[in-house]
């Protein structure tokens, strides 16, 4: 087949694997999912297949098959992105393409020189904690008796997720939420403590709270207002102010934990239980007696959201995972320290590598960008099922998360729309896009740009989304 010739049977099957698996797993609702797959013509015939290998009722992308029957060449790339590659826009372009099937490197240009990540950082913190976690492992939130019959403590285990609000209306990115992928409820939280709190006859009682399972500073090193909250183990609704606020960087409070501590006091007060004073910092005993949990949704699902919507909180959550399966120190440190030597472990080169979160926001982060393709690679890996749920987490060019308003009809990239799968990154000076996109021979292949511009940051991205729209648009051989 011909750079020229159109969407085959091996691509078709290729994109609505890549979409339709993508939109299952979403956490939508599903007439939101049908909303979202009827404008894509490849969606239409989308069949995602669960992994057998993968966790009990987590559906998730197919491994890659090595089924299109001509590789792209080295020659091949060249000649189709030389024009698009001298755009003046683009800065300073490192870049990596591979095959997704085989992991064969086929072009690139600084691929092994380290550039500054920005949110394509997530890719890493993701690989790594679907290395060491199950998909299916959940962060819980306890109450616990205290060393008084009188007293309880709020223990927080790290879920950013946790929500003060009522079901109907909690939403991910605007839209409703399924309720088998709902956050955990602080209300459901209060009512099983309270339950516990009337057999035993007792209906007032002191609060403590407690967040001795993260360690180091709350505030991340780039003093981020708004882009992160201050990453405590407990907090509700990512310690925004206004939990319903749908801005891309809403304020947050100060302290989450104490913000979460006053709302499980108004929750519990709605369930007849009263609080004398105010809710104080505490330690809970080891042999504390359980008065009430929740759990949040599943890791696969975290991760699913964090990398669509490019959530930094849940991120930096997601690394303090790592580091307590890695047995380090639930901390900015700790966790980069655990993520790191989690790659190593899968094979990854550590090479270049240089981490000081677990979101991106650091602009002292380094990763090569043949880095960031073997870890797409590995996500598509048949050996590796256990971590397809990056690649299902992945924006969808047009129509999901940060990619929603890109790859438009006048972007001059619009024939990639619904067919690149990426995670974005934009820092002052950086933009980088790292991910997975079907080219007209059907084969799957995964890429990493990162560029540094002086400014022009629309310029640039727009740039980038023309080059990896050529790679949907060719067999490159």
Known sequence: MNAGAGVGRGRRAAVAGVLGAALATSGLTAGTQRALAAPSPPAAAASAKPSAEAPPGSAVLAPVADSADTLPTTQGLQQALAPLLQDKSLGTLNFAISDAATGTFLYGSGENTPAT??????????????????????????????????????????????????????????????????????TDLAAQAAAALKAAGVTSVKLGYDTSLYTGQLRHMENDDYNVAPVSPLMVDEG??????????????TDPAAQAADAFVAQLKAQGITVQGRPAQATAAADAKPLGDVASP??????????THSDNTIAEGVARQVAIAAQQPASFPGAAGAVTQALAKLGVSTAGLQLNDGSGLSKANLIPPATLVKLLSLAAAPDHPELRPVLTGLPIAGFTGTLLSRFGPRSGAAEASGIVRAKTG????????????????GRVLVFAMMTRTPAGADQARAAVDRIVAKLAGCGCH
Do not use: C, M, W, Y
């Not at 008084?148 to 790290?158: A, M, Q, S």
């Not at 609000?165 to 990115?173: E, F, H, S, T």
């Not at 206004?242 to 809403?250: G, K, V």
């Open 426 to 441: 934009t820092l002052d000076f950086v933009n980088t896009l790292a991910g997975t996109v079907v080219d007209a021979d």
């Open 240 to 253: 925004k102010v206004e939990p319903r606020s749908l801005s891309e960087a809403p304020a947050r409070v």
């Open 117 to 186: 990540p920005a949110s394509t950082t997530k890719l890493a913190t993701s690989v790594a904690a679907l290395s060491l976690l199950p998909a299916d492992h959940r962060i819980h939130t306890r109450v616990v008796t205290g060393a008084k019959p009188d007293e309880i403590t709020l223990v927080g285990g790290g879920d950013p997720t946790l929500t003060a609000l009522p079901a109907d209306q909690v939403q991910i990115g605007g839209l409703p939420v399924d309720p088998d992928n709902a956050p955990a409820s602080l």
């Open 298 to 307: 599943t890791l696969a699902r975290l991760i699913e959201r964090l990398l």
